[in-house]
């Protein structure tokens, strides 16, 4: 396994062979409200545990080399293996990137429990972003605001120190994002692009000050063969809103390729 001072070192053999742009291409984007610099094009990493270690970690360090800076986790990903393959590849560079994970438990303790192994294994003390992974219904939401429920993991996370900052996960249901948004001052929301959510969420959350990262940004029917016009029309559209970064996902090495065309 090749640690990451060998990949830099061999930068340039590694975006001859693969066709990738520079080092550092993508230029950051900043959001003042937070202090922090993402790059514009995140990484979703939930497709990693499809692949072998070798070449999760050779992507992960592939996007890296090219700009990505944004990695985005979740300890249900592939059951830990994505945290795993992540903590291998990045460790080394762990000051330059803003790390995020997520936890589907609903209450606090458990939420916490999650907290602790994604530490582990990604090989850090403390994560740039912990967000409630995937909230769906309302039920849920009483689940997680009511005492000893998840918002309260967020709280104690984000005061001991262990997430920089904290946040929310969402893929349905705008209108309850915009109620958990009123509810809880959270740092970060993860949402779609479509329709509702532009129009509802993301400028809700862009007045509140509340940084916004953009998933399912392709939009493409399962079935259907991407082709770098896609990619570069979903991904341009989904930057010409008010959002930090578009965290799109890629299953092999092509996939990143096309994916960071698009912001080039």
Known sequence: MKGMSQIIDRRTFIQSSVGFAGFAAIQPTAIPQRAVRVSVLGLGAGSLHRMSDTDSIELLQTAFLNGVTLFDAAAAYGDGVVETQ???????????????????????????????????????????????????????????????????????????????????????????????MQTFPFDFIMTPVDADFASKVIPCAHRSQIGVLAIRVLGLPKKKQRTDGDVRRSIQSALSLPIASAVVGCENLKHLQENLRAVL
Do not use: C
Not at 122 to 146: K, V
Not at 152 to 177: F, H, I, T
């Open 86 to 180: 992540i903590g291998k590849a990045l460790h080394g560079v762990r000051d330059r990137i803003f790390l995020s994970s997520k936890t589907l438990r609903r209450d606090k303790q458990n939420a916490l429990q999650d907290l602790r192994a994604s530490l582990e294994r990604l090989q850090t003390g403390a994560l740039d972003l912990w967000m409630i992974h995937d909230l769906r219904t309302e039920d849920e939401w009483r689940r997680i605001a009511q005492p000893g429920g998840a918002l309260q993991a967020l709280q104690e996370a984000k005061q001991s120190g262990w997430a920089r900052y904290v946040g929310l996960s969402a893929n349905r249901n705008p209108d309850l994002v915009l109620q958990a």
